[in-house]
């Protein structure tokens, strides 16, 4: 009976991470799959829409003032290009780390019974340390499963063409990055949202930039809806995107403690309520993006080697891949007042960027949120062109503590969207350059 230190459960963005950094702490480590490495992130979610997304933009930005680009598209053929050429370059990628860095993969589905023994293809694998890293799975009311109009984010790309118009039901970054990119396909969509608008949480003057995008497009938006039937919906396809649960299936027989929405409890070093049983990525509930379960895979890992390490989930940025792109940190503009805080507020036109008048993208802005005693960065909120590039430089400026005037005394490159940073930057004190200055 073959025995390892750390058995993973789930190739995912948590997953294979947290097996490669566990053999790279010198632990015999497996990693058990029971379908397709890279997890729904690699095969169905962040990097299949992020081609689409690809695609979507190079149609929306065909005209330039009067310069016309034609462009002719064959939806078999980027179905294609997306499976063949990108998803499975990158699955293959993903198999030959894992092998370069000597973890053993299993393919099959694994049961955990009992701490310290793992079930798969009917052999039991004996191990110190079990991770469980079995992600999430869509999550649809059982009375809408039997329309067959209704796909979800992972069986979208079971589509033989693509329909004259798409309902989307749940207007968060899924449903609105999805509208943006079959939109830009020419489908005609309608966005369902049960609360009060799109992109719930999200700063709303952010919200209102890409609202207007959507009606230019002729999305239509119904927010303040419930959807009891899917009769009242006339489109030729239903695109159910209200988010994911944790799948538990493979471990229910443990009674892992969970937390509500039924993901796993975990304490800052990803172990459960069981000793020497970890979780990581979505299956724990709490943030459903691949780079935070890349995160907590790699904090389980030190764990399990006997590191002394936690995770904080403290500023943590968020990219949204609609027409215009946003990316967020930190508290909003709303947040900020409804606490009390006194703050200074920096904002600046994409219009007013020499990149963007070079590029064609003009449509957006950035706003930085400031504590107007201390002058550290307390939010950042950009929509825009590279907006899911550009907020990283936010990241580091409120992980680290700076304040405006550490952020300034950076260069930043011209012409780029960057610039629009600092021209954020130079507002919050008082002293724009490329603005007009506010009378008082």
Not at 9 to 14: D, F, L, M, N, S
Request: proline residues 4%; contains cysteine.
């Amino acid at each position: 009976m073959e025995t390892f230190d750390v058995i993973v459960v789930g190739g995912g963005p948590a997953g294979y991470p947290c097996a490669i950094r566990c053999s790279q702490y010198g632990l015999k480590v497996a990693l058990i799959e029971k379908k397709d490495l890279g997890g729904c992130c690699l095969n169905r979610g962040c990097i299949p829409t992020k081609t689409l997304f690809s695609f979507a933009k190079i149609l929306h930005s065909s005209i330039i003032d009067k310069i016309t680009a034609q462009f002719n598209f064959d939806w078999t053929n980027v179905s294609l290009h997306v499976k063949n050429n990108v998803v499975m370059k990158l699955r293959s990628g993903v198999g030959m780390l894992l092998k370069a860095n000597g973890v053993e993969y299993i393919q099959g589905n694994a049961e955990i019974k009992e701490p310290n023994s793992v079930i798969v293809n009917g052999n039991i694998l004996k191990t110190k340390n079990i991770v469980l890293a079995t992600g999430a799975r869509v999550n649809i009311p059982e009375k809408f499963l039997q329309d067959r109009r209704i796909l979800t984010s992972d069986t979208i790309w079971n589509l033989d063409q693509l329909p004259e118009s798409m309902a989307i039901i749940g207007a968060g970054p899924i449903g609105c990055e999805l509208a943006s990119i079959f939109s830009s396909f020419g489908v005609k969509i309608t966005i369902y949202e049960m609360l009060d608008q799109i992109l719930p949480g999200k700063d709303r003057e952010i919200v209102s930039l890409l609202t207007k995008s959507f009606v230019q497009k002729d999305i239509q938006i119904k927010t303040g809806v419930t959807i009891d039937s899917v009769d009242q919906i006339p489109h030729q396809i239903i695109l159910w995107a209200t988010g994911r649960k944790p799948d538990t299936s493979s471990f229910e027989g443990l009674n892992l403690k969970k937390i509500s929405g039924n993901g796993i409890d975990v304490d800052e070093k990803m172990e459960t309520s069981i000793p020497g049983i970890f979780a990581a990525g979505d299956v724990t509930g709490k943030w459903q993006l691949a780079y935070v379960a890349t995160k907590e895979g790699e904090t389980a890992a030190s764990a399990c080697a006997g590191k002394v390490r936690g995770i904080s989930y403290e500023n943590i940025p968020e990219t949204i891949f609609t027409i215009p792109e946003i990316g967020v940190i930190g508290i909003t503009q709303e947040q900020a007042l409804s606490s009390g805080r006194k703050i200074k507020i920096g904002k600046f036109p994409y219009m007013a960027l020499g990149k963007a008048y070079a590029s064609g993208s003009l449509n957006g802005f950035a706003k930085i949120i400031v504590d107007a005693e201390t002058e550290k960065i307390l939010g950042v909120h950009i929509a825009g062109e590279n907006a899911t590039e550009i907020i990283h430089t936010a990241s580091l400026a409120i992980s680290n503590g700076l304040t405006v005037k550490d952020m300034l005394k950076s260069y930043y490159c011209h012409p780029t969207f960057s610039e629009i940073l600092m021209e954020a930057l130079f507002v919050c004190e008082e002293k724009p350059l490329h603005i007009p200055p506010v009378r008082k």
